[in-house]
């Protein structure tokens, strides 16, 4: 077919789209969903992005135990890397609008609770109480021209505060083992004896929480307490062994002890492994 066919074909069908108003709207349906999908696509690979960053974030605090590295550092540093995310989520926030959120909302829900994570672990950290939605969502309002904001779901802040559990269980096994890292004002990394407590209480407090929630909560959060659930079984295994047979094993063995008990230990995180993420 040659170049001379081609047009007269084109040409046809845009002489059959004027008398046509039934394939002029399929058309105008054509091109409002590729522009959909389009944007759905590049939501996607934003909140890869956020996913990842915020994960790297999540290990970069955890060398407060693993290597000994100063908190205050690692603070320091994981608010420049949470920085760096949040221009992600203003480029999401971007995206949606003039548009309905919750259209495009299963695009980037895992990305926003992978940052609320980081960003509730970090707060943790720094002040030993859990960040609220209000806090996070005053955190992702963007001045500038022009001016948006992200507003974080109860739902993502919700699994995301879940997922803090799990970290915070590694931290706790951590620092059984005498890495400290539990926050509470201490400089450097030096052991804490009441860490490993103070993180079991904290834990009981939020599985307690979630409790409460019962059946009302979103479907995902029957798994998700079930894993927290645990978590804070392998807590309190830590905070046992600690207890009873502190005495009997030095410190440095304990960990390893918690972890034949299948309380995961610190290994895991010291050669990056978490979730079947070592690879990020």
Same mark, same amino acid.
């Given at each position: 077919?040659?170049?001379?066919?081609?047009?007269?074909?084109?040409a046809g069908k845009d002489e059959l789209l004027c008398v046509s108003p039934l394939l002029a709207s399929? $058309?105008?349906?054509?091109?409002? *969903?590729?522009?959909?999908? +389009?944007?759905?696509?590049?939501?996607?690979?934003?909140?890869?992005?956020?996913? &990842?960053?915020?994960?790297?974030?999540?290990?970069?605090?955890?060398?407060?135990? #693993?290597?000994?590295?100063? %908190?205050? +550092?690692?603070?320091?540093?994981?608010?420049? $890397?949470?920085?760096?995310?949040?221009?992600?989520?203003?480029? &999401?926030?971007?995206?949606?609008?003039?548009?309905?959120?919750?259209?495009?909302?299963?695009?980037? =829900?895992?990305?926003?609770?992978?940052?609320?994570?980081? #960003?509730?672990?970090?707060?943790? %950290?720094?002040?030993? =109480?859990?960040?609220?939605? /209000?806090?996070?969502?005053?955190?992702? #309002?963007?001045?500038?021209?022009?001016?948006?904001?992200?507003?974080?779901?109860? =739902?993502?802040?919700?699994?995301?505060?879940? +997922?803090? =559990?799990? /970290?915070?269980?590694?931290?706790? &096994?951590?620092?059984?083992?005498?890495?400290?890292?539990?926050?509470?004002?201490?400089?450097? !990394?030096?052991?804490?004896?009441?860490?490993?407590?103070?993180? !079991?209480?904290?834990?009981?407090?939020?599985?307690?929480?979630?409790?409460? *929630?019962?059946? %009302?909560?979103?479907?995902? %959060?029957?798994?998700? *307490?079930?894993?927290?659930?645990?978590?804070?079984? $392998? !807590?309190?295994?830590? !905070?046992?062994?600690?207890?009873?047979?502190?005495? /009997?094993?030095?410190?440095?063995?304990l960990a390893d002890l918690v972890s034949l008990r299948g309380g995961g230990g610190t290994r895991g995180?010291? /050669?990056?492994?978490?979730?079947? +993420?070592?690879?990020?």
């Amino acid at each position: 077919m040659g170049e001379r066919d081609v047009q007269m074909r084109q040409a046809g069908k845009d002489e059959l789209l004027c008398v046509s108003p039934l394939l002029a709207s399929f $058309k105008g349906f054509q091109l409002e *969903l590729d522009a959909r999908h +389009d944007k759905y696509e590049r939501l996607v690979r934003l909140s890869r992005d956020v996913t &990842i960053e915020s994960k790297r974030t999540i290990f970069l605090l955890h060398r407060a135990t #693993v290597s000994g590295a100063r %908190l205050e +550092d690692l603070l320091l540093e994981s608010e420049s $890397k949470l920085s760096a995310v949040r221009q992600k989520v203003r480029s &999401i926030a971007l995206e949606l609008q003039g548009e309905n959120m919750y259209q495009y909302l299963r695009a980037f =829900t895992a990305g926003l609770q992978e940052y609320v994570e980081a #960003v509730s672990f970090r707060h943790f %950290l720094s002040t030993q =109480t859990l960040i609220t939605r /209000e806090e996070v969502n005053q955190q992702l #309002v963007f001045p500038g021209e022009p001016s948006v904001s992200l507003e974080i779901t109860l =739902t993502d802040y919700i699994l995301g505060v879940a +997922d803090l =559990t799990g /970290e915070l269980m590694r931290l706790c &096994i951590a620092s059984v083992g005498g890495g400290g890292g539990g926050g509470g004002g201490s400089g450097g !990394c030096e052991p804490d004896p009441d860490t490993p407590f103070r993180l !079991c209480r904290f834990l009981r407090e939020v599985y307690d929480g979630f409790c409460f *929630l019962g059946n %009302l909560g979103p479907y995902e %959060l029957s798994r998700k *307490l079930h894993v927290l659930r645990q978590s804070l079984s $392998k !807590c309190e295994d830590a !905070c046992y062994a600690l207890r009873v047979r502190g005495s /009997e094993v030095p410190r440095h063995m304990l960990a390893d002890l918690v972890s034949l008990r299948g309380g995961g230990g610190t290994r895991g995180l010291a /050669e990056g492994e978490r979730d079947g +993420d070592a690879g990020l």
